[in-house]
């Protein structure tokens, strides 16, 4: 089968043309109109010499331009460089250094830094800002070009559709290279594994650079003439608004968000009636959110796993068979998951090891980095770098980073299962374990929560892990925050923590 991203957006404006494909704010274009101003940005790039090869980088929030520009890119033959709008100067430069783009699409705010990038990078040639009308290089020019000489060029499915940078935990981020195969496979894969149909109605309120929403939001319902949705930031309070007004029928979020959304204190579970699916990724789901959640909303969340590397989706709890609470599901169609020891052989059943990966969603490689590919990939098997163990029905459960294990005295602590333990206090929200330095036994764990009850104490907490966990697990120390360090989509990032401590 041939993949094409953009070939996906023209099937379903032919098939569904005067189907919505999204909603923004009071803004509603059908999959005609969407198609129509794809081949006018592409046609525009194309006039300011954006070809085959080339690479555009994004840098927007959620919009429609983003949509639009993603699409229009891609139908140039060019491949797509998002980056979150909210980086620092350092690491937008860096991207675009490294990934050599041609030309950015972003919004005037960022006009001061990306006009000096323009004359300071040597790839770089030009920027697009999507407020700024009527004037050169602006997002209304692009939309109003007027090229006849463009005809779409030939796309193989391995030709390079978006170069991901993965936020690393040390040095620079790396350029995941997907390819059409990649991205377009997973968004089959998953549009056939929970039945999107162009009935369903799916809300875009990850951030649309991250590969998750991409795959998802975007990708997915795309191909099958489906309803995005399109929430500009996350707001609990909205987004439960949103699922009641239009009755939506999918929601995929981080745990960060279903917590938020549990909050709500005047939502119900009417509310969520029109809801068949919750998808939760990036993160691992606590059990006791799950649990919490599931009860008010009367809603299933089903978990899975993946990465940018991945495309993302590498399993997934299934919409109809056995759901296990705490299993980020099975292996999706046409993809392969193991676990296996330090030698790439495969443990067996029940045991930790790390998870490895392979099917026509692996990354082509890492953007000029020939040894990280190699280290990465082996015999066409991504290694992931997650611990990991597979029961005798197939469902995986991730355990944890390996670089997150904590060894303390010999032993093997897993922060997740600490974390597990906190969630269950009533007062605790968010929790976060790390290991950190220990004379006596070479690491020891430490805790930082957040608490919805300002009387609760550190002790109150530090006796409640004890009663529940074996002595070399137990929290050594327990820190109470106001809030927990995470990333652009709401995970929380424990070298932050780890990097905290290390300062003091």
């Known amino acids: 089968m041939s993949y094409n991203l953009s070939g996906n957006l023209k099937n379903s404006a032919t098939l569904y043309p005067d189907r919505l494909v999204f909603t923004f704010l009071d803004q509603s274009v059908t999959y005609q109109e969407l198609d129509v101003m794809v081949d006018k940005v592409a046609a525009g790039l194309y006039e300011n010499g954006i070809g085959k090869g080339d690479r555009v980088a994004l840098v927007l929030g959620n919009c429609p331009e983003f949509v639009i520009a993603y699409y229009g890119i891609l139908r140039t033959g060019a491949s797509v460089v998002p980056i979150n709008p909210i980086f620092t100067p350092r690491e937008i430069t860096y991207i675009l250094s490294n990934s050599k783009a041609k030309a950015v699409i972003a919004s005037s705010g960022l006009s001061q830094l990306l006009s000096t990038l323009v004359n300071k990078l040597e790839n770089l040639q030009m920027a697009f800002y999507t407020d700024s009308f009527n004037s050169y290089n602006s997002w209304d020019q692009l939309l109003q070009s007027s090229d006849n000489e463009f005809v779409q060029p030939s796309i193989d499915e391995n030709d390079l559709a978006v170069v991901l940078y993965t936020s690393g935990t040390t040095g620079n981020p790396k350029g995941a290279m997907l390819s059409h195969r990649n991205m377009g496979s997973n968004a089959e894969t998953f549009a056939e594994f929970f039945g999107y149909t162009q009935d369903d109605r799916i809300i875009a309120t990850l951030p649309m650079f991250h590969v998750f929403c991409m795959t998802v939001c975007i990708n997915t319902p795309i191909k099958c003439g489906a309803h995005i949705i399109i929430i500009p930031k996350f707001n609990p309070t909205e987004v439960v608004n949103t699922i009641r007004r239009d009755k939506v029928t999918l929601f995929a979020g981080v745990p ?120 990465s990939i082996k015999d066409g098997w991504f290694y992931t770098g997650d611990l990991a163990k597979m029961d005798e029905d197939g469902y995986f459960y991730i355990i944890d980073r390996i670089k997150d294990l904590i060894i303390v005295g010999g032993y093997n602590v897993y922060p997740r299962e600490v974390e597990e333990v906190l969630y269950q206090h009533h007062a605790v929200v968010e929790a976060a374990v790390i290991g950190i330095p220990d004379s006596n036994f070479g690491e020891s764990v430490k805790a930082f929560v957040v608490c919805n009850d300002q009387n609760v104490s550190v002790e109150e907490i530090l006796l409640f892990a004890q009663e529940r966990l074996a002595k070399y697990k137990q929290p050594r120390e327990i820190e109470i925050l106001t809030e927990l360090p995470k990333n652009s989509t709401g995970k929380i990032l424990r070298r932050a923590l780890r990097t905290s401590v290390e300062s003091k």
């Open 256 to 375: 960060t968000m279903y917590s938020f959304m549990l909050q709500v204190t005047d939502a119900t579970a009417e509310d969520f009636s029109s809801i068949r699916a919750c998808f939760s990724g990036g993160a691992s789901l606590p059990l006791e959110l799950l649990n919490r959640f599931q009860e008010k909303y009367k809603v299933d969340i089903l978990e899975g796993y993946g990465l940018s590397e991945t495309a993302p989706i590498a399993t997934f709890t299934p919409l109809k068979g056995i759901r296990k609470p705490g299993s980020v599901g099975i292996n999706i169609p046409n993809v392969t998951n193991k676990v296996v020891d330090p030698n790439g052989l495969e443990v067996p059943i029940g045991e930790v090891g790390e998870l490895i990966i392979q099917g026509p969603n692996i990354m082509l490689g890492y953007l000029e980095m020939p040894e990280a590919t190699f280290t």
